[in-house]
């Protein structure tokens, strides 16, 4: 089965930064697109970033501009470079495919806490 591993929370500051990390098992990596979620306590699950195996991007009105999404597919791993933080970005984020959400998988997530 699929896995994913969510790394590089932390506690910041707003307006400091954090780089994400999600590394993938499974084969064909590189063929599939690659979303970061996040949830708030309370709140829904919501996308946050995608990026597709072509390496086109989409992000949530919330974060265009301060976030960026990447992939390094030869570490099957994606990446979200969180620029700009806000104390509503604060979630636990999450990453998954197809193959993981279409059977409600998920990873551990990493707590990003945007707190002065």
């Known amino acids: 089965q699929v896995q994913f591993v969510e790394s590089g929370g932390d506690l910041v500051q707003p307006g400091g930064s954090l780089r994400l990390s999600c590394r993938t098992s499974?084969?064909?990596?590189?063929?599939?697109?690659v979303t970061w979620y996040r949830q708030a306590p309370g709140n829904q699950r919501e996308v946050v970033a995608t990026?597709?195996?072509?390496?086109?991007?989409a992000y949530a009105d919330s974060v265009k501009g301060r976030f960026t999404i990447s992939r390094d597919n030869a570490k099957n791993t994606v990446y979200l470079r969180m620029n700009s933080l806000k104390p509503e970005d604060t979630a636990v984020y999450y990453c998954?495919?197809?193959?993981?959400?279409?059977?409600?998988?998920w990873g551990q997530g990493t707590q990003v806490t945007v707190s002065s």
């Open positions: 998954n495919t197809v193959l993981g959400w279409t059977k409600d998988y």
């Open positions: 499974g084969r064909d990596f590189s063929a599939y697109t």
């Open positions: 990026i597709t195996s072509g390496g086109s991007t």
